[in-house]
Structure formats: structure tokens, C-alpha cells
């Protein structure tokens, strides 16, 4: 998995934080955790394209969420990132192998197959089962002060 994905999730989270105020920028964004702009802003392209979040034009534009936080499944950001396809991508050694053969599909009946399969599928439902508004919920949990900090520091980048 790409570093992009944890920056798409750290950014929706500070979305999430400043939801009702003005669109933030990819400039400012990416400031905020030092992060290459150009990177961040093609991260926030393929969420802008998967709904996640809406671009904003204009001199005051910027970037927000599109949906709740509580619509946002963590699933959601990584997919919009990194693609549908699955992780793990069985090519069928096994059918080139000294006693393969050529007629069984071997990703239905290779052992490392199906452990691999039942992996991600365990990994998918994870991430499914979380949204933004869970992990935010979480992070103000643990370090009550975060959410107030990032909005002061994003706030304070703008100017």
C-alpha cells in the first residue's frame, strides 16, 4: 500500500474537523504535515473523482468532504487511492509447476490462494467497518486537544 493512503486519511480527517468552515487548499494541506504538493493534490484528485471530497475553484477554493464522515468508510479512501483490485493477486505458478495442469483453476484450489483470499476479504470488512467519524471519534477520545490544534494550525496556514 502506498504512503498515499495514509495521507488521504490523515487529510479526510482533518477535513472532518473543519467540515463547516471554508474549503482548505491542497497547498495548505500539504503544508500542514509537510508533505510534496503536487503528490497530495493527485491524492485528493482520485478522491475528488471517487466522491469522497469536492474540489472547490477560485482563489478562496479549496478542498472539503463531499459526504458525512459518518459516510466515509476508511475502505472508501483506500480504494479511491490505491485502486479496487485486490492485494494480492494469484497468477497460477502452479499451473506452470512439474505437475500442473492446464485445466484447474488454481486460485480457486490453491491452498495459499484461498488464505490469501480469506485475508483480504478479512482486511476489506475491517476497513468497511470503519468510517471517518469512527477514527475522529477515536482520535478526540484519545488526544481530546487534536481536533482544536489542527483546525487552529490549518486555519493559520490560510492566512
Not at 88 to 106: K, M, N, Q, S
Request: glycine share 8%; aromatic share 6%; charged share 25%.
Amino acid at each position: 500500500m502506498s504512503e498515499g493512503v495514509e495521507w488521504a486519511l490523515h487529510t479526510c480527517l482533518n477535513l472532518a474537523w473543519v467540515e463547516d468552515g471554508p474549503p482548505v487548499s491542497a497547498a495548505v494541506l500539504a503544508d500542514y504535515f509537510r508533505l510534496p504538493r503536487a503528490y497530495l493534490n493527485k491524492q485528493l484528485q482520485a478522491l475528488a473523482r471517487a466522491g469522497i471530497v469536492s474540489s472547490v475553484s477560485g482563489p478562496r477554493g479549496g478542498f472539503r468532504l463531499a459526504r458525512a464522515p459518518k459516510d466515509i468508510t476508511v475502505l472508501d479512501v483506500v480504494v479511491a487511492v490505491e485502486g479496487p483490485q485486490d492485494a494480492f493477486r494469484c497468477t497460477e505458478i502452479l499451473r506452470d509447476a512439474p505437475h500442473g495442469e492446464a485445466g484447474v483453476d488454481y486460485r480457486s484450489t490453491c491452498a495459499i490462494s484461498q488464505t490469501m483470499r480469506r485475508a483480504e476479504l478479512a482486511w476489506r470488512r475491517e476497513l468497511a467497518g470503519q468510517t471517518l467519524a469512527d477514527v475522529r471519534a477515536t482520535v478526540e477520545s484519545r488526544f481530546p486537544t487534536v481536533a482544536g490544534q489542527t483546525r487552529d494550525g490549518l486555519r493559520s496556514r490560510r492566512t
